[in-house]
């Protein structure tokens, strides 16, 4: 099999772990690789591939946490190639693998006893003038006002039907995979990620009957940005899943629908949903 080894650099600055995992892989007969950039710092006897090269590979172990698999996973998501993460972080809800388990993880994948968990994406269109821009998400979508601004107002529309407009700090749209993060932070429901769905969560609404949406994976949400942000000291932002930030502001639309690639993570253990959300509550 054919593995490319993606570390977080900033949680594995020396390539300790890359290094150990590339030496492992190699003990097993594999073939192991690293980004090209990754290659070139670590000056040692590894093999570099392009990105683009990402599509011939049969398995992308992510070492780092649940951010940097958000990362990668939109990175990836046009390849459809699975992810193994490995967690340098603390406990998540989507790295898979300890460094203690190395081992025997991926001797599960060798010899193809593993599952792959499949996790629904959201595809995003921000309209802008005339600039249309396209994004994908694995957890969620954020329409928020900046630290000094005042509330603003959002119009909801649900396939193209007018729902409501939220005066808010901003708004959530959430993918069953996301529910666990801003979105609970926030109020919203938690969905098993095995699910295909949405919800739509205010944040701080100035209103007592606006609460989440649960909303099918067919239909499609346009959040159009109201009147509130004509003010100068408005600052409008809409982040992708916390880690892609871009400025909106007055009228510019946000279309947000199932995005037709999905994250594919690999399982190699029996940890369950419902035993890392009661660990993690309780921390």
């Given amino acids: 099999m054919k593995f490319v080894v993606m570390p977080n650099k900033s949680k594995d600055k020396d390539y300790r772990i890359t290094k150990q995992i ?4 190699k003990d097993l007969n594999q073939e192991a690789y690293v980004l090209t950039e990754d290659a070139r710092i670590m000056d040692e006897q590894v093999i570099g591939i392009d990105f683009g090269n990402v599509i011939n590979m049969d398995v992308v172990v992510v070492i780092g ?3 940097t698999i958000l990362s990668t996973a939109r990175k990836v998501a046009r390849y459809q190639v699975p992810l ?3 967690n340098l972080g603390r406990l998540g809800f989507l790295a898979e693998v300890e460094i203690d388990n190395l081992r025997e993880s991926f001797e599960k994948i060798i010899n193809n006893n593993y ?11 921000s309209k802008q003038e005339r600039k249309v821009q396209s994004h994908i998400a694995l957890n ?20 193209d039907r007018f729902i409501d407009t939220f005066t808010a700090d901003g708004v959530i749209v959430s993918s069953p995979t996301g529910s666990t993060a801003y979105n609970l932070s926030a109020g919203g429901p938690i969905l098993n990620p095995s699910n295909e769905m949405m919800v739509i969560t205010p944040i701080c609404p100035h209103s007592l009957y606006i609460r989440s949406i649960v909303l099918s994976s067919q ?5 159009i940005i109201g009147s509130n942000t004509q003010q100068r000291d408005s600052e409008i932002m809409l982040t992708i899943d916390g880690q892609r930030g871009f400025e909106v502001g007055y009228k510019d639309e946000i279309v947000i629908t199932k995005a037709k690639e999905t ?5 190699t253990t029996d940890n369950n949903f419902y035993d890392i959300l009661r660990e993690k509550m309780l921390r």
């Fill in 22 to 25: 590339l030496v492992l892989l």
């Fill in 219 to 223: 239909d499609k949400i346009r959040i």
């Fill in 263 to 267: 994250a594919k993570l690999i399982k």
């Fill in 140 to 159: 969620d979508v954020v329409v928020t006002k900046g630290a000094f601004s005042r509330m603003v107002d959002l119009h909801i529309y649900i396939n």
């Fill in 65 to 67: 946490g649940d951010g």
């Fill in 115 to 125: 599952e792959i968990d499949e996790r629904m994406m959201l595809s995003i269109t």
């Fill in 84 to 86: 193994l993460g490995v």
